[in-house]
């Protein structure tokens, strides 16, 4: 699987959550597994590879803000579904966080989110878990703990998972730091710039 395939699934999975009547997040996250439970265990494998790579690329200190203004707060695991949260957005999204995290003050869930005084858009925990779900449909093991020994085992002995390169650290309770950096951002959660 290469990364325009990995990128095809997650846009599947997206249009066919569009059409659920469940809560959004759980949808895409059903729809992700579906599609990859509809593959093969290569395939999911693979998928985990490419996710994880993106996942890396975003483990940055910025990006990490950008989910604390939006979440209200933002621990190590909500970080972690923040990410998985992004990745989902699909490609177009994926690559505007990366190039800038404060593009994030576009996004209509976030504009919707910061007007109605609501957290946590655009955290999707269950994302992360689509591909150990659809593992386990495709080999018929329902806890889907084989997925990760297997996925190990794909990787191999040698393989050292990168570590995150992840920028300038900085004071996520300074508002004055936080509008220096995510300016947009930190307009639509904490209001104007403190003079």
């Known amino acids: 699987m290469d990364i325009t395939d990995f990128w095809n699934i997650i846009e599947a999975a997206r249009t066919n959550a569009a ?7 759980q949808a895409v996250a059903t729809a992700l ?3 990859l ?4 265990k290569q395939a999911v494998l693979e998928y985990q590879r490419c996710f994880e790579k993106l996942d890396t690329a975003i483990f ?3 990006v990490w803000a950008a989910g604390y203004l939006i979440g209200g707060g933002c621990s190590d695991d909500s970080f972690m579904d923040f990410r ?3 990745i989902a957005q699909g490609r177009d999204w994926y690559e505007r966080v990366v190039a800038s995290p404060d593009a994030l003050a576009e996004h209509p869930d976030i504009i919707t989110a910061a007007a109605e ?7 999707t925990e269950m994302v ?5 779900d659809a593992y386990g449909r495709i080999h018929g093991d329902d806890d889907g703990c084989i997925f990760y020994d297997d996925y ?3 990787l191999g002995p040698q393989a050292e998972r990168e570590p995150a390169h992840m920028g300038e650290d900085f004071d996520f309770e300074d508002a004055a730091e936080m509008h220096a950096r995510l300016p947009r951002l930190a307009r639509l959660f904490l209001g104007r710039a403190p003079i």
């Open 84 to 86: 998985a949260g992004l």
């Open 117 to 123: 005084g609501r957290d946590r858009a655009l955290f």
């Open 33 to 35: 597994a579906d599609a």
């Open 152 to 154: 190990d085992e794909f």
């Open 60 to 62: 940055r200190w910025d």
């Open 19 to 25: 059409s659920s009547t469940d809560d959004p997040d």
């Open 37 to 40: 439970a509809a593959t093969s």
């Open 128 to 132: 992360n878990y689509a591909p150990s």
